[in-house]
T-cell receptor
Framework: QQQVKQSPQSLIVQKGGISIINCAYE??????FPWYQQFPGKGPALLIA?????SEKKEGRFTISFNKSAKQFSLHIMDSQPGDSATYFC?????????????FGEGTQLTVNP | DTEVTQTPKHLVMGMTNKKSLKCEQH?????MYWYKQKAKKPPELMFV???????INESVPSRFSPECPNSSLLNLHLHALQPEDSALYLC????????????????FGPGTRLTVL
């Protein structure tokens, strides 16, 4: 019940295209869903996050869509650029009163061709 | 300032060495984390400190010893490591607030690339 399943494992998109990465979870206690972007040799950077009281959140070219009934959420990258080429991890966690754990998906390696 | 710093960036050590990894944040976060990340895999949680006290230990071998000297600093002491411990070690921090009010927004440092020979 702690798993977060992420797909696809790898994704190749042309410059200007839309990149879509999907995640699904089982644990209904999860109520915070962040996406992290990681470049080779760097730490993950928090990209965008959503709470289950909204179905969509947009920040610039990045949008999270959230479907609470299906227990799924996805990241859409509009007008994808070569600089977006990185590994993307979805994650989930529950409300915390102390330091707690993020459950990560397995990651998606995105390549945006020029 | 949303920065978590880690030193050193790279570390090469033999299996009999003792070394330490350091992490620092000045965001006023009271939860700090150590993760281990292997290539092409997500970060794996190792330890969590809440209010400078160890709150989660994910059954990590005793050759890894964490320490939280104050609310801004986190250390990971390494001793008698094995080659399979070679990985990127990440530190992260997050807020802790009143019950039910925190969403575990974790900020990661750049990591220390550890190679055990």
């Amino acid at each position: 019940q702690q798993q977060v399943k992420q797909s696809p494992q790898s994704l190749i998109v042309q410059k200007g295209g839309i990149s879509i990465i999907n995640c699904a979870y089982e644990n209904t206690a999860f109520d915070y869903f962040p996406w992290y972007q990681q470049f080779p040799g760097k730490g993950p950077a928090l990209l965008i996050a959503i709470r289950p009281d909204v179905s969509e959140k947009k920040e610039g070219r990045f949008t999270i869509s959230f479907n609470k009934s299906a227990k799924q959420f996805s990241l859409h990258i509009m007008d994808s650029q070569p600089g977006d080429s990185a590994t993307y991890f979805c994650a989930a966690s529950g409300r915390v009163t102390s330091g707690s754990r993020l459950t990560f998906g397995e990651g998606t390696q995105l390549t945006v061709n020029p | 300032d949303t920065e978590v710093t880690q030193t050193p960036k790279h570390l090469v050590m033999g299996m009999t060495n003792k070394k330490s990894l350091k992490c620092e944040q000045h965001m006023g976060h009271r939860a700090m984390y150590w993760y281990k990340q292997k290539a092409k895999k997500p970060p794996e949680l190792m330890f969590v400190y809440s209010y400078e006290k160890l709150s989660i230990n994910e059954s990590v071998p005793s050759r890894f010893s964490p320490e939280c000297p104050n609310s801004s600093l986190l250390n990971l002491h390494l001793h008698a490591l094995q080659p399979e411990d070679s990985a990127l070690y990440l530190c992260a921090s997050s807020q802790i607030s009143a019950a039910g009010a925190s969403y575990n927004e974790q900020f990661f440092g750049p990591g220390t690339r550890l190679t055990v020979l």
